[in-house]
């Protein structure tokens, strides 16, 4: 079994960040987040969040890609509430989401950090830093990808080496 520590604080919101997640419902989307992540094998070291977002600190194994984990959690989570729980409105999410990477020695502070997330928006002394994630609500199209033109490497006395297309040898 390969040796991994791969800790992110994870953020991410409602859909046009709506006031989505209120007293009657945090505790269920927590719980079903938290066994979720159990069950892609992420463990949970603290979820909360505040009425339009939520925040997870996590250790993610390497056999998952970050984005499959989000993409699982954010749609499993929607359809938990809207086909189990069956709110009297459609709950969605944004895309999009917000991932920092932690060592070992930042984990106890966003750990602490998430776990007061609603005094941290009560008195509002949030750190903007942290609480960052898509800026909008990203088009179908968008990939994350830097469209423009293809960057050069010039490596000292070589050829431009292309990024993109045919391998130079």
Not at 20 to 39: C, M, W
Not at 99 to 128: F, M, R, S
Not at 134 to 162: Q, S, W
Request: hydrophobic share 35%; aromatic share 12%.
């Amino acid at each position: 079994m390969p040796f991994w520590r791969l800790n992110y604080h994870l953020v991410w919101s409602t859909k046009n960040r709506e006031p989505f997640i209120q007293p009657n419902i945090d505790q269920r989307l927590y719980g079903y987040l938290t066994n979720k992540a159990a069950e892609l094998g992420v463990y949970v070291y603290a979820i909360n969040g505040w009425h339009d977002h939520v925040h997870m600190v996590v250790a993610v194994p390497p056999k998952h890609a970050l984005a499959y984990v989000l993409k699982t959690l954010k749609g499993s989570s929607a359809h938990d509430l809207n086909q189990v729980v069956k709110l009297d409105f459609h709950f969605a999410w944004q895309r999009g989401y917000g991932a920092l990477t932690l060592g070992e020695k930042q984990k106890p502070i966003a750990i602490a950090y998430v776990e007061n997330q609603k005094q941290h928006h009560q008195q509002q002394d949030t750190n903007p830093w942290l609480e960052r994630d898509a800026e909008f609500d990203e088009g179908p199209d968008d990939t994350g990808l830097i469209v423009g033109p293809v960057p050069e490497v010039v490596r000292e006395g070589r050829e431009p080496y292309h990024y993109l297309g045919e391998p130079p040898f």
